[in-house]
């Protein structure tokens, strides 16, 4: 793998971002209620969690959470179709993506998605804005900081990507907008569902509590870790098959919760194909979700071929200039 090829300039970094006072502070305060009240939560529940513990409901709860804020939310919804457009989807579909994605507690749809259009024109240069090559150019740090700042810092940290800029696709959908302004009560339904499912299977207050742990906190902390772990560690560690000009990372070990995250260098390699693992010892439960999907006919137009891909790069005809331009310029 040759040394990425810095190709960037300071300004051209700086634009096309946001970054207030006003913004900083609202950093902060997603960052409180999403992760660490969350985390709080987690240790201050556990001597009340019941001595004869349901694993099963336990189980059930955080898998379900789980799958459904990580896998089809994130990875196929937030990622692969809302980012990359990678499969068009009904409608409905579509909502329930958003929704799902919604309840990770990552923020809104549109500013997820911007964000991660904003990653891929500059991964791991100047203007990426969770980058642990970046992070180490911005100012002098240590690796290990560099690589802390890209998993964790950057979250109440970074300049926020202008959605006229970069999701214009998304901003005049009035079925995403409005779902995307709703976000706050899908974080809510995502610790909510778990913890009726909880009530209901036991019938006591102590089961809806154990819904509640499992896949309520416990689950938005898990999953806050891993999704952030594509960020950081899929930029450091792992093997890099394909030469992408920067540093992402395939990370087998990460394979079992990052529902295909994990094949980043894939990824990287070819943003706007659906599929990210390839052949049977690269598991890719994002993959067998879309292709579940397309059986039953509710998705189609996937892209699994590299000319097609490309044809349909969101940022190249979503919004001016070019990234392509946007990089070099
Ligand atoms: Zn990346
Ligand atoms: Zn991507």
């Not at 300039?9 to 409180?32: C, D, G, K």
């Not at 970046?134 to 290990?144: C, L, S, V």
């Not at 778990?194 to 416990?218: D, E, M, N, S």
């Amino acid at each position: 793998m040759s040394e990425a090829r810095p190709n960037t300039t300071t300004s051209s970094a700086a634009r096309w971002v946001l970054r207030t006072p006003e913004i900083r502070q609202a950093q902060l305060r997603h960052s409180r209620q999403t992760v660490l009240l969350p985390a709080l939560l987690v240790v201050v529940l556990l001597p009340f969690l019941p001595a004869d513990m349901p694993w099963a409901l336990a189980a059930l709860t955080f898998a379900l959470s789980g799958a459904i804020a990580g896998c089809l939310g994130v990875s196929v919804g937030f990622h692969r179709h809302f980012a990359h457009r990678a499969f068009r989807a009904k409608p409905w579909l579509r909502a329930v993506m958003a929704i799902a994605g919604q309840t990770a507690g990552q923020g809104p749809v549109i500013y997820w998605t911007a964000l991660h259009r904003r990653h891929h024109s500059f991964s791991d240069q100047p203007g990426d804005p969770h980058s642990p090559r970046a992070a180490a150019q911005d100012k002098p740090r240590h690796p290990w900081q560099a690589f802390w700042y890209a998993h964790v810092g950057w979250a109440t940290d970074h300049a926020v990507p202008m959605p006229t800029r970069y999701a214009a696709d998304l901003r005049t959908d009035p079925l995403i907008s409005r779902i995307n302004d709703a976000y706050l009560w899908c974080l809510l339904a995502g610790l909510l569902l778990p913890t009726l499912i909880g009530l209901v299977w036991t019938g006591t207050r102590q089961g809806a509590l154990v819904g509640f742990y499992f896949g309520g906190v416990l689950r938005m902390v898990a999953s806050t870790q891993f999704i952030w772990a594509i960020n950081s560690v899929c930029h450091t560690f792992g093997s890099r098959p394909h030469d992408t000009g920067d540093f992402s990372t395939n990370c087998a070990w990460m394979a079992p919760l990052s529902f295909g995250e994990c094949w980043h260098n894939n990824h990287h390699h070819r943003p706007t194909h659906a599929r990210f693992g390839h052949g049977w010892s690269q598991p890719d439960p994002g993959w067998w979700t879309i292709q579940t999907l397309r059986f039953f006919g509710q998705v189609w137009g996937v892209l699994e071929d590299g000319a097609d891909a490309q044809a349909r790069d969101p940022l190249t005809d979503a919004a001016p200039p070019k990234a392509v331009e946007e990089r070099r310029s």
